[in-house]
């Protein structure tokens, strides 16, 4: 019984393997039509692909490499979108002979390979506009940035075309462009260009108003076999534009002094620049104001010290945050004290440049009126520099640090001998063509440096970056020396502080009496 079993077993498997063959046998059979097309074209592939292999590269547009990329990612096509650029020779659409040449390196009749080079995109605009503001009857100002090393190899140039709005013809002037290069070759990518453009006779002085242009032109710089030119509308001035800076250009400045800021980034102490703000305001006057530019530094918080200075007139915020993608120096610092020089020309007597932990003294027998006015001769003068340390403090100050203000109780002064010391500086604008961090190198008239004992400035530097209690260590001594430098304690700026804290809160409250580091 278990023999006959078996039996069984074998010849029901060896049935079912028979039936599967045929199965198979028949699916292949009837999809033979559709096989023998699919092994033909694979065939006929194969054989082009052997046959391109032995013909001149220069004798087909489609070149054998090419066939095997478009075979290897055919299949991934579907999964993937490939944008495909192409070298703007032309506006026009590209001929066969130039695409031959940006994909072949063909033979001369001499035998001799020609590499091609082709470029793709752009290294950095020929120039990136920020502002234009009109000088006077004749003159107007561009500023903006550049290709740094279009500027350093190369020879651009700039033309300026006024055109009236009415459009007549013999109204029309033209003149080249002066460029000016004001940040001492410190720009990185972009450096910072500011065009003179002054006409032989007046622009727009009819008041019908008009339009500036400037023809920005490469003369090769980048690429010399071509030569762009790019046509930008720098102003457009309406009759109530030209109203407006008249009465402005015939009239006294509004203000005494005006801050031109620095570009604000990272996460500033919210409680260092109220300090300074008050200090500054109180030492100016009432005919003083302030222009804060925000590259990224003016958070909540800090808009918060900012807020009631503005609603008395005293502070104006500026976005400048998109100046971030284009990269030059320190967050464009120079391009931004360019703006301002010439935005406010006319609306103060004197600019002055420096930061905001720096804090203008003046000696108590005398004030920043009188100060100035002694100076009034020059066209720019420059201050010294009392640096100051940013960690030590005095030991009686210990238990109640954290209520007293950084110039307050960062007493002791550097005065390590034999380093050079930066100076700040103010101008009288309307004399002043173009600026920088440290002093302008393009004004009219008379600089001194002179000034010692009569204008100066404390420097406590990175205090302002610092969210933290700036105290780190106590000292109970005039002098002592840290990593090799010497101090001494200076209390100039400690025994103002009492008499800041009190204007502050009779100019706006006390509103900011919570403000944290």
Known sequence: MVMSSSSDHIISSTSKEIKDRRMFVGIVWNCAAELKLVLTALLFLCSFATVLQFLPSRSFFLSPSDLRHCLSTSTSLSNNT????????????????QLLLQNENPLHNNGVLKRAFNPYGSAAYNFVFMSAYRGGPD??????LSSKPLHLYGNPTYQCLWLPHDHDPR???????????????????????????????SAGADGKGGQLLIHATTNGG??????????????????????????????????DYLYCGSSLYGNLSPQRVREWLAYHVRLFGGRSHFVIH?????????????RPWMEKGFVTVQDIRDQERFDGYYHNQFLIVNDCLHRYRFAAKWLFFFDVDEFIFVPKKSNINSILDSL???????????????KLCLSQDA????????????VYKDVKRGIRKDRKYAVQPRSVFATGVHMSQ???????????????????????????????????????????????????????????KRFELKMIGSALQRTRQ
């Open 376 to 390: 009034s001769s020059f066209t720019q003068f420059t201050f010294e520099q009392m640096p100051m340390s940013n």
């Open 171 to 201: 109204n029309s002037i033209s003149t080249s462009g002066q460029k000016i290069l004001p940040d001492w070759g410190y720009g990185r990518v972009y450096t910072v260009v500011v065009v003179n453009c002054t006409f032989p006779t």
């Open 222 to 255: 980048g690429d010399r076999n071509i030569n762009t030119t790019d046509t930008i509308l720098a102003l457009d001035e309406t009759p109530e534009d030209f109203a407006r800076f008249k009465e402005q250009f015939t009239s006294q400045p509004k203000y």
């Open 442 to 500: 393009n004004i009219v008239g008379k600089t001194t440096h002179n000034t010692d004992g009569r204008i100066k400035y404390f420097h406590y530097h990175g205090t302002i970056a610092e969210r933290r209690e700036p105290c780190r260590q106590f000292i109970n001594s005039t002098e002592i020396t840290v990593d090799t430098i010497p101090y001494v304690m200076d209390t100039t700026m400690r025994d103002i502080a009492g008499a800041v």
């Open 82 to 97: 490939t944008t495909t650029l192409t070298p703007n020779y032309s506006s026009s659409p590209l001929t066969t002979t």
């Open 399 to 410: 238990p109640t640090a954290f209520r007293k203000w950084g110039f307050e109780k960062l």
């Open 139 to 144: 003159t107007f100002a561009v500023v903006g």
């Open 294 to 306: 925000d590259a990224g530094g003016v958070h909540d918080g800090l808009m918060k010290v900012l």
